[in-house]
C-alpha cells in the first residue's frame, strides 16, 4: 500500500503570497487530519474530515487558513495570505475507522515563509 | 481539558542500556494511547497503541509499553537500545469521540556509542 503523500514536500515562499498544500491519504480511510509542527506549540491538530466532511476545525489559526477535501482521495490546505509566523511542518494523516483509529502520517510539508 | 505529559524532553543512554519514556495523560475517560517516533526531517511511525485488554503492549523495534490506569501513565520501553534509536518520541491519545491525537511535547533520545 502507498502510504499517505503530501506535496510538496518543501515550499518556501515570501510574505502574502498564497500557499497550497495537498495531501492524498491512503485507500479506504475515511478519516484525514491535517497537524501542524512548530518549536513554539509542538503538533498540534489544525482541522480533520470525515468522509469528506469537516468535523472539528477548533484548530485552525484564523481566516487565512482553509482546507477542503472535495472527494475521498484529495484534500488542500491553503493559506492566504501567508505570515512568517506560519513557518512550520504541515503533516497530513489519515485513519480508517475499521483498522483501531491508527493515524498514519505522511513525510510533512516544511514551509518556510520569508 | 485533555492533555499528555512528557516530561522528559531530552534523554541520553548508553548504547546497550535500558531505556524507559515517561507519559502521562489527562483525559475524561480512558483514551487511545499511542507512541510515535519521529527521525531527523521525517514524519511519524507508529510504534505501538493501547485500546484495551492487556496493559502491556509490545510493538515494533523491540519497544513496549505499560498501561497503569491508576498513574494514568503509558510509559514507553525498551530493554537494549540501538544507536538507531536516536530519535524524538511522542506520546499521544484520542478519545472514543474525537478521534483527533492529543500529543505531548515529544522526548528526544540520544544514544551514546
Known amino acids: 500500500d502507498a502510504g499517505v503523500i503530501q506535496s510538496p514536500r518543501h515550499e518556501v515562499t515570501e510574505m502574502g503570497q498564497e500557499v497550497t498544500l495537498r495531501c492524498k491519504p491512503i485507500?479506504?480511510?475515511?478519516?484525514l487530519f491535517w497537524y501542524r509542527q512548530t518549536m513554539m506549540r509542538g503538533l498540534e491538530l489544525l482541522i480533520y474530515f470525515n468522509n469528506n466532511v469537516p468535523i472539528d476545525d477548533s484548530g485552525m489559526p484564523e481566516d487565512r487558513f482553509s482546507a477542503k477535501m472535495p472527494n475521498a482521495s484529495f484534500s488542500t490546505l491553503k493559506i492566504q495570505p501567508s505570515e512568517p509566523r506560519d513557518s512550520a511542518v504541515y503533516f497530513c494523516?489519515?485513519?480508517?475507522?475499521?483498522?483501531?483509529?491508527?493515524?498514519?502520517f505522511g513525510p510533512g510539508t516544511r514551509l518556510t515563509v520569508l | 481539558a485533555q492533555s499528555v505529559t512528557q516530561p522528559d524532553i531530552h534523554i541520553t543512554v548508553s548504547e546497550g542500556a535500558s531505556l524507559e519514556l515517561r507519559c502521562n495523560y489527562s483525559?475524561?475517560?480512558?483514551?487511545?494511547l499511542f507512541w510515535y517516533v519521529q527521525s531527523p526531517g521525517q514524519g511519524l511511525q507508529l510504534l505501538l497503541k493501547y485500546f484495551s485488554g492487556d496493559t502491556l503492549v509490545q510493538g515494533i523495534k523491540g519497544f513496549e509499553a505499560e498501561f497503569k490506569r491508576s498513574q494514568s501513565s503509558f510509559n514507553l520501553r525498551k530493554p537494549s537500545v540501538h544507536w538507531s534509536d536516536a530519535a524524538e518520541y511522542f506520546c499521544?491519545?484520542?478519545?472514543?469521540?474525537?478521534?483527533?491525537?492529543?500529543f505531548g511535547s515529544g522526548t528526544r533520545l540520544q544514544v551514546q556509542p
Open positions: 499521544a491519545a484520542s478519545g472514543t469521540g474525537r478521534r483527533a491525537l492529543t
Open positions: 494523516a489519515s485513519s480508517s475507522t475499521g483498522r483501531g483509529d491508527t493515524q498514519y
Open positions: 483525559y475524561g475517560a480512558t483514551p487511545y
Open positions: 485507500s479506504g480511510h475515511d478519516y
